[in-house]
T-cell receptor, first 111, second 123 residues
Framework: QTVVTQEPSLTVSPGGTVTLTCASSTGAVTSAYYPNWFQQKPGQAPRALIYSTTNKHSWTPARFSGSLLGGKAALTLSGVQPEDEAEYYC???????????FGGGTKLTVL | QLQLQESGPGLVKPSETLSLTCSVSGGSFTSSSYYWVWIRQPPGKGLEWIGVIHYSGTTYYSPSLKSRVAISVDTSKNQFSLKLSSVTAADTAVYYCVRSVDYGARWGIGDYWGQGTLVTVSS
């Protein structure tokens, strides 16, 4: 089965920029993987941020953006705020029969 | 405002069947664009996709759980349900019900989530 890999942890300073990535064991991630990104804070349900690579939900702050970068899906936070400290998960479509696979998550620390 | 609410036993014995229901309110349940998903998260671990159902009854399951999972839908009650058989301690997790949207050439997963329900597998 496809394995989706994210950085286990990243640290960023307030006001800085950080990019989280999401790789597939089957090869380069393309838009056909419909990358989705989620933010989860302790004790809360995940919240969707980005769908189908670049599309933001109505509630997604402008400082979050999605892209494809070097064969991976990417989530970039520009002008990081302390409240962005959270776990971030990507989700990729990996097969014909509605097979979706989550990455292991990236713990983002704002320090 | 769409709301999803999971319900079901919080404790299940090993080898028995876990059963959960998700009630959907405040919005359309039978739009052809909507798919209804179960996702779980073991304590302290990451998210795992379980499976998805369309209101028409079409289902798709994660290959790793396919032999033990069944998802069904009741359009008269705006509900969809999860059954997971032969559970073990490894099935202990917070179970979330989630809406997903087919926008045509784009997929949006999880624009709405239930609050999640913890199911513990223990004797």
């Amino acid at each position: 089965q496809t394995v989706v890999t994210q950085e286990p942890s990243l640290t960023v300073s307030p006001g800085g920029t950080v990019t989280l990535t999401c790789a597939s064991s089957t090869g380069a991630v393309t838009s056909a993987y419909y990358p989705n990104w989620f933010q989860q804070k302790p004790g809360q349900a995940p919240r969707a941020l980005i769908y189908s690579t670049t599309n933001k939900h109505s509630w997604t702050p402008a400082r979050f953006s999605g892209s494809l970068l070097g064969g991976k899906a990417a989530l970039t936070l520009s002008g990081v705020q302390p409240e962005d400290e959270a776990e971030y998960y990507c989700l990729l479509y990996c097969g014909g029969a509605q097979l979706w696979v989550f990455g292991g998550g990236t713990k983002l620390t704002v320090l | 405002q769409l709301q999803l609410q999971e319900s079901g036993p919080g404790l299940v014995k090993p080898s028995e069947t876990l059963s959960l229901t998700c009630s959907v309110s405040g919005g359309s349940f039978t739009s052809s664009s909507y798919y209804w998903v179960w996702i779980r998260q073991p304590p302290g671990k990451g998210l795992e996709w379980i499976g998805v159902i369309h209101y028409s009854g079409t289902t798709y399951y994660s290959p790793s759980l396919k032999s033990r999972v069944a998802i069904s839908v009741d359009t008269s009650k705006n509900q969809f349900s999860l059954k997971l058989s032969s559970v073990t301690a490894a099935d202990t997790a917070v179970y979330y019900c989630v809406r997903s949207v087919d926008y045509g050439a784009r997929w949006g997963i999880g624009d709405y989530w239930g609050q999640g329900t913890l199911v513990t597998v223990s004797s």
